[in-house]
């Protein structure tokens, strides 16, 4: 029960001073990036505020598994060069006991990133897509002249001055096409924004469009055009969840990265549990204290790794949880087992 205790506050007095920072500086960029991509669209400091709690989980993914991990060496590694470590082991307590004391903790943890990587993250990322288009429903725009990267559903959006409230002077459309097969560019001299029943229109008037499909480049003139945005909300259910995550094995390449780097990196605390034995229990008496560079290293390494594989090898990256479960096992019998 001492042990456990000591443990467990070497590692909290570690682990949360690094979570708020990084949680802090993972915020601001957060909230910049929403500035970005609501770029055009009028926010209350409520709708920032619920925007913000869409992207907590992506947020803290990847900052609750590297801190955690980070934690538990530098907690070892405190009690080690504090020579603590070796009054435990003087009195019987053996490296498998600190196993035992931070095993749930590892599977609670990697519990919570899968939570968060498999089935919070996608229906947030939903539920704040669907709020911008309820946004947008409501014709609460605010199309700044002069302003690039507005954006009106898949179009980006220019104008040179703006009359009233929903009418815009010199406007120039271009579809955001991500295959690039397929791309649109209108200009127009003036243009009204409207919501006729839930479906949002852009009336164009006096200008010209000009339509790209793969080799064929078409282009007309136009007195009025019409531009429909059809904004229906959907609810992202039990059912879609399962789609979503299922589509990596049919054929979906860029789902199977996705999954891929979540699962690798949502399994991280637990696979790691043996380097955290291997880098934070070193003999004062003998070893320099180099568990900031332990921590960088095989941090880094293991999620550039990560994101190698999964972007060249998605489906062969899910077995790294597992390769380095084993070579995390080899070095702690090597180095730890035998000597403690």
């Given amino acids: 029960m001492l042990l456990r205790r000591y443990i467990l506050k070497s590692i909290s007095e570690m682990f949360f001073p690094f979570f708020f920072v990084l949680f802090f500086i993972s915020s601001i960029i957060l909230l910049l990036n929403i500035a970005v991509l609501t770029n055009g669209v009028k926010l209350s ?39 603590e470590m070796l009054v435990f082991f003087s009195l019987g307590v053996s490296p498998r006991d600190i196993i035992k004391i931070l095993l749930p903790l590892c599977i609670l943890v990697s519990f919570i990133l899968l939570m968060f990587s ?13 709020f911008i288009a309820h946004k947008t429903q409501e014709i609460d725009i605010d199309l700044r002249p002069g302003d690039f990267g ?25 579809s955001d096409s991500t295959d690039q097969i397929k791309e649109n560019f209108i200009i127009a001299k003036k243009g009204i924004i409207r919501n006729e029943q839930g479906v949002l229109e852009l009336i164009l008037y006096d200008g010209e469009a000009y339509f790209y499909d793969k080799e064929l480049l078409q282009r007309t003139e136009f007195k009025e055009m019409i531009v429909r945005n059809f ?12 789609e979503y995550w299922s589509s990596a094995f049919m054929g979906d390449s860029k789902q199977l990265k996705r999954l891929s780097q979540s699962f690798c990196t949502s399994l991280f605390p637990l696979v790691s549990i043996f380097f955290m034995l291997v880098f934070g229990i070193k003999n004062p008496r003998f070893h320099k204290n180099y568990s900031y560079f332990y921590v960088l290293g095989s941090g880094s390494f293991y999620l550039i790794t990560m994101y190698l594989f999964s972007m060249k090898y998605p489906f062969l990256s899910l077995f790294l949880p597992l390769i ?14 035998r000597f403690y």
Avoid at 231 to 242: A, G, H, R
Avoid at 324 to 337: E, M
């Fill in 45 to 83: 400091v409520g709708d920032l505020a619920r925007l913000y709690y869409y992207g907590i989980p992506a947020n803290t993914f990847f900052v609750i598994a590297l801190t955690f991990y980070s934690a538990c060496i530098l907690g070892l590694s405190k009690l080690s060069y504090d020579s």
């Fill in 118 to 130: 498999f089935v919070m993250t996608p229906s947030h990322k939903n539920a704040y897509r669907n």
């Fill in 150 to 174: 507005q954006k009106i559903g898949d179009w980006l959006i220019y104008i040179d001055s703006k009359q009233d409230q929903n009418t815009y002077l010199g406007l120039v459309l271009y």
């Fill in 231 to 242: 904004l229906d909300e959907s609810n992202f259910s039990v059912q879609d969840l399962y």
């Fill in 324 to 337: 380095w479960l084993i070579c995390g096992w080899y070095f702690y019998h090597k180095y730890i087992k």
